[in-house]
């Protein structure tokens, strides 16, 4: 068995039993470099070292946040996190479609063009934020208008996504992601994250970092730059 598959069997288990498995099931993610597939899904090559990300601030509640990559003996917090999601969010309603959060979380470590972050207090994961690549291969693609407005290419926009655990919200945990999510973007060469929300919490936070909130093919898009504010937020 290679390197990788040990590691691809290892998260495949998490598929077929219970999100329990103790860490020490889980090979080290070094294992991993070099070949990143999944399925259909490959990309040549290798990832180059990432930057670590590790960015702590103290949340509205006083308790602190750490925002950071997970290591692999992490992943039954980040499995736990994940189920408890499925209780909330109709679209994690399925658990497979949570078991499937938890290994692309590890798999977009090893693949170029994406990333995955844990927001983090007292030990728990409280919130992930991600980045992939293709926003106009998405299963709701973004409206190649809006970039296009921003002289962006899609090449040059990743799509980000974030989560923060109902009971920790409203106290500054999000704001945390998505600037930690800006960085990660940042590292891997994008310049802008685009989203799609229906989040009042997050729109705010996207026009206060300079970014712009609008309608596109029926939906509510962000797009915040990686490298500052850039033109001033449009009114929606
Ligand atoms: C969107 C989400 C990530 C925000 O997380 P959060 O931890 O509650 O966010 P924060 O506590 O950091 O709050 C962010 C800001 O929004 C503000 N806010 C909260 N509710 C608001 C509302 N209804 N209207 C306007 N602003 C609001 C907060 O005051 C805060 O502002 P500040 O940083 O200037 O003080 C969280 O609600 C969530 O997981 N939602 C479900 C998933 C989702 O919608 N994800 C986004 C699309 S992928």
């Known amino acids: 068995m290679n390197n ?7 998260l495949g288990n998490l598929s077929r039993t219970a999100m329990t498995r103790t860490a020490k ?4 993610m070094s294992r991993a470099r070099g070949l990143c597939s999944e399925g259909s899904k490959t990309v040549p090559g290798t990832t180059a070292a990432r930057p670590a990300i590790e960015r702590t601030s103290v949340l509205k509640d006083g308790r602190e946040a750490t925002v950071r990559r997970l290591e692999p003996r992490e992943v039954g917090a980040l499995a736990s996190f994940h189920a408890k999601r499925m209780q909330f969010a109709d679209l994690f309603a399925h658990k497979e479609l949570s078991e499937r959060a ?22 728990k994961v409280v919130g992930t934020a991600t980045i992939e690549a293709q926003p106009l291969e998405m299963e709701l693609p973004i409206d190649g208008h ?3 407005a921003k002289g962006m290419k899609e090449s040059e926009v990743c799509v980000g996504r974030m989560m923060v655990d109902p009971d920790f919200r409203g ?15 940042a590292d891997s060469g994008y310049k802008a994250v685009a989203g799609l929300t229906h989040s009042a919490a997050l729109k705010h936070v996207v026009r206060t970092l300079g970014g712009s909130v ?16 850039g033109p001033a937020p449009e009114k929606t």
Not at 102 to 123: K, M, Q, S, W, Y
Not at 171 to 184: D, P
Not at 216 to 229: A, S, Y
């Open 4 to 10: 990788f598959a040990g590691f691809s069997s290892a």
């Open 25 to 28: 099931e889980f090979p080290p």
């Open 102 to 123: 938890v290994r692309n979380h590890f798999l977009a470590h090893e693949t170029p063009g994406e990333d995955a972050l844990a927001a983090i207090v007292a030990d």
């Open 146 to 148: 809006i970039l296009a």
């Open 171 to 185: 106290i500054g945990v999000g704001r945390a992601l998505k600037e930690a999510q800006l960085v990660a973007a």
């Open 214 to 229: 609008q309608e596109g093919m029926g939906q509510t898009w962000t797009v915040v730059r990686c490298d500052g504010p």
